[in-house]
């Protein structure tokens, strides 16, 4: 009966800290452009548009197909997937927009584009 009451315990314990790292709380904008301020960006936005990078920092999560639409949740809104500590970005039209991220669940975030502009999702 001891040896079942510890193994609930572990098991307990190894839940709750994997659900506490599951969801780090999401860094602010200012804090993501300040951590790349001496960074080359690979992509610039083009004129009259905005660029959306979406990156995955986590590094214990590659196992876990990460992927990343435009707008909606349909097959031809795929503009990428990703693993651990890698990133996608693509360009988009000023104004309001979706970017939704598909694992084991789905994830949205609302953005407001301005041209020549560069967003960072975490």
Known sequence: MK???STFLLIGTIVTCATAQAFPPIPSQEKLNASIADYE????????KALVYVVRSAWNVGFIPFGVYRDDK????KVGHMRSRQ?????IEPGQHKVLAKSL?????????KACEVIFIE
């Open 74 to 77: 349909e097959k031809e809104s």
């Open 41 to 48: 960006l690979p992509q610039l936005p083009e004129e009259g």
């Open 105 to 113: 669940t789905w994830a949205e975030f609302e953005i407001d584009a």
């Open 3 to 5: 040896l079942i009451r």
């Open 87 to 91: 990133y996608v970005y693509f360009s």
